[in-house]
């Protein structure tokens, strides 16, 4: 039995491109489409349906994030994450060896070497091995392989519904080395947290532990800003990646922590 919703029914927001307003892009927030978050679009660089998807690229300010590995990790693998973000933070890192992404959309990284040439630039990296197919179907061939495993995939509609579901995260299981890790994208626990449950008790029947953390992204509907950042330097570049961050990131309100059943602590 499948824990995801129906989408048979026509969300009751429009969503895309001067759906809301013109000039502005407007994103549902929700599985069910019943909230949105709409932004003011500077120029579109490129509107295109693929095979798989709606691919648009606009231009306005933004800010840059940053994340860890664990120390040990050497061998990454990337599901999904066809911008290329995923894969330029990734072959930073001194310590991993190499990177295998597969990308179900060839168009996306096309796209984005295209238009978003600071994000993709981990395409153009030694470390990386590129393939273009269905995720799920290339982790079932790949046992005991992967140190770190991140599934950077859309919302669980259309080819990517069967990465939030129980074969996938046994595929993945199977696919790490021990001591390895996964880190998925999670939805928003504001919009999406009966699914977020079921997803939760799900990996626990797989993985001996399982966890949940959130940050802030504001382009995400749903999301929340709340940064105090200070330079002697007009130039400087502030990253949002701190260990502080990192721990913060696991500290949910709890109400949503006992909705999710995820234990509590006085610290």
């Known amino acids: 039995m499948s824990i995801l919703p129906s989408y048979s029914v026509q ?15 407007t994103e549902t927030g929700t599985l069910n ?31 840059i994030l940053a994340f ?7 061998k990454v693998l990337i599901i999904g994450g066809g911008d290329g973000g995923a894969v330029r933070e990734a072959v930073k890192h001194p310590l991993v060896e190499s990177v295998t992404m597969c990308e179900i959309d060839e168009k ?8 978003l040439p600071f994000m993709a630039k981990g395409f153009d990296s030694p470390k990386l091995t590129l393939f273009f197919g269905d ?7 790949h ?22 579901q129980k074969p996938y995260y046994e595929s993945l299981k199977k696919a790490l080395k021990p001591g390895g890790i996964i880190a998925s994208q999670g939805e928003s626990f504001w919009f999406d947290s009966k699914l977020l449950s079921e997803m939760i008790k799900m990996c626990r029947e797989i993985f001996p532990v399982v966890d949940y953390g959130s940050s802030y992204v504001p ?3 749903g999301g929340q800003i709340g940064y105090l950042c200070c330079s002697m330097s007009p130039d400087t570049n502030f990253r949002y990646y701190t260990p ?16 999710l059943d995820l234990k509590w602590e006085m610290k």
């Open 143 to 164: 046992q005991n392989e992967f140190d770190v495993i991140i599934t950077d995939s859309s919302d669980p509609k259309g080819p990517a519904i069967c990465l939030f």
């Open 11 to 25: 969300p009751p927001i429009e969503f895309g491109m001067d759906a809301f307003k013109k000039g502005w892009f």
């Open 219 to 221: 382009t995400y509907p």
């Open 244 to 259: 502080d961050i990192h721990q913060a990131a696991f500290a949910l309100p709890l109400a949503i922590a006992e909705t």
């Open 33 to 63: 489409g019943d909230q949105a978050l709409s932004i003011q679009v500077d120029e579109v660089l490129y509107h295109e349906k693929s095979k798989y998807q709606d691919i648009l690229v606009f231009n306005r300010n933004d800010n």
């Open 68 to 74: 860890k590995f664990p120390s040990k990790s050497k």
């Open 135 to 141: 995720g799920a179907e290339f982790i079932r061939n």
């Open 108 to 115: 996306v990284v096309e796209v984005s070497k295209k238009y």
